[in-house]
């Protein structure tokens, strides 16, 4: 529950049992549990609100994606995990017993020797 093991939860009723008292404990505990079905309730309703608001192409739209760790894995890690796995994540082989083709490795150049240039590249 929430990452804490029973040591942390045991300690967390203890401490509300001391801070409540056990007459007012599930006053507070239902007064909580409404909250937090409150809270869970405005926030869907942003979320659809904000999906209606942006038109049609936006229907796939996650605002978890505005999040930076998750922007960052969705757009720049997803090329280095491509990278490490040695193909792309989405290409799969087409069935059993197929293979992946590897792109070529790149060409070493010799000694003294220019890299190709592309003029339409700058």
């Known amino acids: 529950m929430f990452g804490l093991g029973w040591m942390e939860v045991g300690a ?3 401490i509300a049992l001391l801070v409540f008292g056990p007459d007012k404990l599930p006053q507070a505990a239902s007064q909580a549990g409404k909250t937090l079905r409150n809270l869970r309730r405005m926030a869907n309703n942003a979320r659809d609100d904000l999906r209606a608001g942006l038109g049609p192409e936006f229907q796939n739209f996650d605002p978890a994606d505005l999040n930076p760790k998750n922007f960052v894995r969705k757009h720049l890690l997803d090329d280095i995990e491509d990278d490490w796995n040695g193909r792309p994540k989405d290409l799969e082989p087409a069935a059993v017993g197929s293979s ?3 792109p070529e490795p790149p060409v070493e ?4 020797e220019l890299p ?7």
Do not use: K, M, R
């Open 116 to 122: 190709p240039y592309d003029s339409e590249a700058t």
């Open 109 to 112: 150049l010799a000694y003294g």
């Open 12 to 14: 967390l009723i203890v």
């Open 100 to 102: 992946y083709d590897a």
